[in-house]
């Protein structure tokens, strides 16, 4: 299953486009992050793509694809393109890394 959690506590269970699109419209200070997470039942690790709005207005987006050593994060200044990362990301396609250039930041996360 699917949920999405912004700073501001809202949980959308099994969210859809639009609501997706919604949360990340509505960050903004007090409100800056959004987490798309992946959970199911035996699944083991961690499965997410979240977002930060960051002060000078760039989106830090990352993603970690079940263990510490996969975790990427990168910058861009495209709300759509963010969009469209986070949507690829909830179907399972294989492309919606294209366009950013990714770095591993697993080592921060490892004990």
């Known amino acids: ?17 639009p609501a997706i699109g919604r949360l ?5 200070r007090g409100n800056t992050h959004l987490i798309l997470e ?3 039942e035996g699944m083991e690790g961690s499965w ?18 079940g263990v510490a050593a996969e975790h990427c994060q990168t910058r861009t200044i495209s709300q759509e393109k963010v969009l469209t990362a ?10 919606w890394k294209h366009g950013f250039m990714w770095n591993n930041i697993g080592s921060q996360f490892e004990t």
């Open 1 to 17: 299953m699917l949920i999405a959690t912004d700073e501001a506590g809202r949980v959308v269970r099994r969210p859809s486009k």
């Open 38 to 40: 992946r959970v199911e």
């Open 86 to 95: 986070m949507l690829g990301w909830r179907v399972g396609t294989s492309d």
């Open 48 to 65: 997410y793509v979240q977002v930060l709005l960051r002060n000078d207005n760039t989106y830090q987006l990352e993603f970690r694809d």
């Open 24 to 28: 990340l419209a509505n960050l903004q």
